[in-house]
């Protein structure tokens, strides 16, 4: 089946460390989303890529970094300069980012991220 | 300035009966469309229905529809005959423009909805 896979499902993370979490499609989609849901509220933006090997930040980039070097992958990382990383994170795709604009937002299952 | 507002941070509703929750907009983009997801509590987004600014009919999509008022700016789903299985989070959404906008989605607050037997 075609879909989105997150992992892992829950990550904990010590002070100081980097982590990564892994997002990987098999919709053959062109563009793929990081956003950040904290408790109670919608999500938000982190990074985003339109094509392989390009991303743009989003609204809260700061202390996330994420790759593009395949099109069915988009791994991002939780850096140590993330101060409040504690959050559930969803991966999403669409087929693409602009011409089919009634086309949806394809989401993961999520990775919930805890402080140690 | 908030791009999406949904108002209800919680709403209940007896099952088999219909529910409207509330969103209103805000962009000067003539082209965008509206997007509603569903999350239950195990967290994944469901996609429930699409609204295309240029669309002249409301959007369905079976017990989904879309009351779309443009100059109103509000784009409220209605789910009719509620299913036990409907309570979730319901959250808005708003993607604008064409490519250089990125395809990026602005999410609403969400609404809570509960379904009682």
């Given at each position: 089946d075609g879909g989105i896979t997150q992992s892992p499902k829950y990550l904990f993370r010590k002070e100081g460390q980097n982590v990564t979490l892994s997002c990987e499609q098999n919709l053959n989609h062109d563009a793929m989303y990081w956003y950040r849901q904290d408790p109670g509220q919608g999500l938000r933006l982190i990074y985003y890529s339109q094509i392989v090997n390009d991303f743009q930040k989003g609204d809260i980039a700061?202390?996330?970094?994420?790759?593009?070097?395949k099109k069915e992958s988009f791994p991002l990382t939780v850096t140590s300069a993330q101060k409040n990383p504690t959050a559930f994170y969803l991966c999403a795709s669409s087929i693409d980012s602009g011409t089919h604009s009634n086309q949806p937002?394809?989401?993961?299952?999520?990775t919930r991220l805890s402080i140690l | 300035a908030q791009k999406i507002t949904q108002t209800q941070p919680g709403m209940f509703v007896q099952e088999k009966e219909a529910?409207?929750?509330d969103?209103?907009?805000d962009t000067s983009d003539p082209s965008y469309g509206?997007?509603?997801?569903?999350?239950?509590?195990?967290?994944?987004?469901?996609?429930?229905?699409?609204?295309?600014s240029y669309d002249q009919q409301n959007a369905t999509e079976g017990r989904?529809?879309?009351?779309?008022?443009?100059a109103r700016k509000s784009a409220n789903l209605v789910i009719s005959a509620s299913q036990l299985g409907?309570?979730?989070m319901y959250f808005?959404?708003?993607?604008?423009?064409?490519?250089?906008?990125?395809?990026?989605?602005?999410?609403?607050?969400?609404?809570?909805?509960?379904v009682k037997p």
């Open positions: 700061e202390g996330y970094s994420v790759s593009r070097e937002q394809h989401f993961g299952d999520g | 529910v409207t929750l969103c209103t907009y509206l997007f509603w997801y569903k999350q239950p509590s195990s967290g994944e987004m469901i996609f429930l229905i699409y609204q295309g989904y529809s879309l009351n779309f008022q443009k409907d309570s979730a808005c959404a708003m993607r604008e423009g064409g490519y250089n906008q990125g395809g990026k989605l602005i999410f609403g607050q969400g609404t809570e909805l509960s």
